[in-house]
């Protein structure tokens, strides 16, 4: 899994207001960054209780990480939950430093309304790079999550702005931004390099935060008469922008498999002697166990089976992923029960498998659901859901 992480910048130097009189130049408070800060953290915090102190890549993956194929699969909105996400106090620290310090003076500078549309903008920006890079890569089942693509972009709007604009600023002020933004850029860009770092959601933010720096012009340096239409067109922005933001939360919170609903009671399975157990929702109904594998239907016509082998056994995981990789499943590793476990996602002409296998007490469990591509993600949510309940209680007797 690809944490985001950048060196927290110094903010740059402000330019000093061109009049007194002007109330647009009286600096109030970043009440944007605190915003995204405080809903930064308010996710970071169920998430490291959901994991116990740890992120895991399943927690990662019920919250909306930048998953390749289940964005190719329809959940787009992945490219926008992922910009809020973060996989360790670490990561959230580095992050969100980087965002008070510098993202405040953007802030100031550009104004709210610029502001939000930038950082929104070249998260979704330096995402869909990531996205488009990583599906067609030899590592399809790379996930990331992170700000750093959006801050990114903040820095390229900050070196482009003194460019662009530098007729309208104090020399020394603008000698002073570039040379403190250079310095930090050079820095993040070779950190971008370092292993576990997606360097590809830096980029395009740094890029689309430069195209924007060229057309946005500051508030600090707008002395411009208002326009009904500029007004306008920056309201809009922000809102389809907030909007879509909310929107994305709103669809993974409809996939996300929630272990409470109070809609759909949840019923124990505890197949083989009791030795290990999960839950599933009380509507699927279990219709055939022959041999190793029980299967069960749900309301949308998806299919999960269970299979148990009877031989004695442990998943070997890359030899698995190597197997499953050729049979044209894109793979993921990640933890079910405390154990190292093998994620394959296969899309199908005639719809959707996800396969996951993990062992326990030297013996394999596959977990597999099918469904309809319009069905996916309720099912990719049960499966979830069966991961996250799985314990395995004592060794299976003989």
Known sequence: MYFFQVSPPQPPPVMPAPSASSPRYNYPKPWVTYTLLALIIAIFIPMMRQGHGTITDAT??????????????????????????HGSVEHIAMNGLSLYLFGASMERIYGARRYLIIFLLTGIAGNLLSYEVTL???HPNVASLGASGAIFGLLGAGITFPLRWGSLMNPRARKSILSQLSFFLVINIAFSFTPGIDKYAHFGGLIAGALLGLLLLPDVLDDREQSPVREAALWFGCAALTALTAAAGLMQWRVYPHEQSASVALVRYAPSNHWWHFDLPANWKQISAKGSVTVWRGPEQEVLLIDLPAHVNDVNIPEA????????????????????????????????????????????????????????????????????SIRFVHSPKP
């Open 136 to 138: 067609h890569s030899a």
């Open 60 to 85: 990662a993956l019920r919250w909306g990480d930048q998953f390749a194929p289940l964005i190719k699969a329809g959940q787009w909105w992945r490219l926008i939950t992922s910009i809020f996400l």
């Open 321 to 388: 992923t190597r197997e499953l990789t050729k049979q044209g499943g894109v793979c993921r590793t990640l933890q079910v029960g405390g154990q190292p476990a093998l994620l394959a996602h296969f899309a199908m002409a005639a719809g959707v498998q996800d396969l996951v296998m993990t062992s326990a007490y030297n013996r394999v469990i596959t977990v597999t659901v099918q469904s309809s591509r319009a069905a996916w993600p309720q099912a990719h949510s049960v499966l979830m859901l069966i991961l996250q």
